[in-house]
């Protein structure tokens, strides 16, 4: 695989999007965050578009990150600021559409309380 | 994706479903709640029809709920109420049938103890 | 959904299995256990055989149970005991087989430490 | 199933990867951990190629490992050591490559805080 061949698929969602407004433990490793994990195993440059949904809003977006051939990026979305912060204590949703061919997984660590809590899942391919 | 593209499945299936009975930590955030997300891409409203399945008796439903178009719904499991409340400590699964294509994602809160711990995953998408 | 139509997949794999041998807090709830909870929509009970995988000996099962018509069967791996208990501590997988079509969830819930910890996530259709 | 039928997909991709660097409570079982689970329902053994991907250097691999035929592994990331140990507290991710079908699940546990969190997914199957 390290020949450079892309796999997966252009499109992703993930409907399951918060960020805790509050934290436990030391920063940055403990702070709550969602994440959300792309990898790009092929030889040309991806470039994401994120968009995230509200319940009682407009979405908002795209937010823009390159994930650079034959890497992966893990996003936090409390990182993304272009075109304005993803609000805390509030539910999202998210599409995430790349040029080419990428495997997407979406993660939360919440550290609301004392000990921290962890889920996980690949995001739902679309196509 | 702005655009409105409606994306997913009509029908989606969660078979493991369990509210816990009792919760710490500060309400409603860190009550112990299980939580159907449903992503509706598109541009026409979708309504979605909730069926819980138990051990021992014969499915409820249907829940009737809207989720607008572009928009996002996390509802409570705990919250339902029409036709009736779903019972506590009680194993139940779920299928979710929609009138166009949304994305589902299930995830649990669990402060039964002090601390809390979450499950999540992309539901099953059935066709 | 509440006709009674059926859904699914007749072969499900779980990779990831593994009962912790002590726990922390009350019994049953808070037994650290491992559960596949399924679902059968249909009309028709559900004959389901699980075979037990594991790193160093050969595969032990079948494990029968039956889900009825449109019921929903969440089965601790620990209450297994036909042909055999499951052994605690211990890496295993599991293959389900149904004879009609049925939608599976893989559960965990550790506590052996103070606070429990959860994961959860849809099984893998086979076919 | 115990007729040793292979099942699964030959490429599978976990793009969330991350081992803790710390840990609390008791060795091994409550060491921070990443978990690779795969399981060879087959009756030929598997010859499994796992590539590493990071956010700014080049792929690492092939890291070579066989699951035996109709047996399932549980590989830690932490125990991979040729061509080289991966990297604590680094983002990264992973292509599982088969000579035969498996099926893939992804678990981490992490125990940086004095109670363990737990995440868990079906891989992604590509091919």
Same mark, same amino acid.
């Given at each position: 695989?390290?020949?450079?061949?892309?796999?997966?698929?252009?499109?992703?969602?993930? &409907?399951?999007?918060?960020? &805790?407004?509050?934290? $436990?433990? &030391?920063? &940055?490793?403990?702070?709550?965050?969602?994440?959300?994990?792309?990898? $790009?195993?092929?030889?040309?440059?991806?470039?994401?578009?994120?968009?995230?949904?509200?319940?009682?809003?407009?979405?908002?977006?795209?937010?823009?990150?390159?994930?650079?051939?034959?890497?992966?990026?893990?996003?936090?979305? $409390?990182?993304?600021?272009?075109?304005?912060?993803?609000?805390?204590?509030?539910?999202?949703?998210?599409?995430?559409?790349?040029?080419?061919?990428?495997?997407?997984?979406?993660?939360?660590?919440?550290?609301?309380?004392?000990? $921290?809590?962890?889920?996980?899942?690949?995001?739902?391919?679309?196509?």
């Amino acid at each position: 695989m390290i020949s450079g061949k892309a796999i997966g698929h252009k499109i992703w969602a993930i &409907p399951e999007g918060y960020i &805790p407004s509050y934290s $436990n433990g &030391p920063e &940055p490793e403990m702070t709550s965050h969602e994440t959300v994990c792309i990898l $790009n195993t092929g030889r040309d440059d991806a470039t994401v578009q994120l968009t995230i949904y509200f319940t009682d809003k407009d979405p908002v977006g795209p937010y823009v990150v390159v994930v650079p051939a034959m890497r992966t990026q893990h996003i936090r979305f $409390n990182d993304l600021s272009d075109p304005e912060p993803i609000p805390k204590d509030t539910d999202y949703a998210c599409v995430i559409e790349a040029d080419g061919p990428v495997v997407v997984q979406h993660t939360r660590l919440d550290s609301r309380q004392a000990e $921290n809590a962890l889920l996980s899942t690949i995001a739902f391919p679309v196509e």
